[in-house]
């Protein structure tokens, strides 16, 4: 059975860091993407970082590039997003969730975490 756990979530002032884990287990994930998205209230959820496992190739939304900085522990089966300088508007759930290389949608997903920032 596929899961991926998330955890790291919490309460941050504005310009403070934190570092999201999200625990993979039940199949290998070598061909496949790994993606951080998240939900704010009332909004739809957006995609934020992905990271093609085999590769450690990585991709941003504009809005985080150069913050945060999503990474992958093969050993530890776990993908990380560092995030840093956080504002007000990154609060939000925050989903890890997995898709193959030549698929378009995400099939599974964590249960989130919830990051919220102080202004």
């Known amino acids: 059975q596929v899961q991926l756990v998330e955890s790291g979530g919490g309460l941050v002032q504005a310009g403070g860091s934190l570092r999201l884990s999200c625990a993979v287990s039940g199949r290998t994930f070598s061909t496949y993407f790994m993606g951080w998205f998240r939900q704010a209230p009332g909004k739809e959820r957006e995609f934020v970082a992905s990271i093609y496992w085999s590769t450690g190739d990585t991709y941003y939304v504009e809005s985080v590039e150069g913050r945060f900085t999503i990474s992958r522990d093969n050993a530890k089966n776990t993908v990380y997003l560092l995030m840093n300088n956080l504002k007000p508007e990154d609060t939000a759930v925050y989903y890890c969730?997995?898709?193959?290389?030549?698929?378009?949608?995400?099939?599974?997903w964590g249960q989130g975490t919830q990051v919220t920032v102080s202004s």
């Open positions: 969730a997995a898709r193959k290389v030549l698929s378009s949608n995400y099939d599974y």
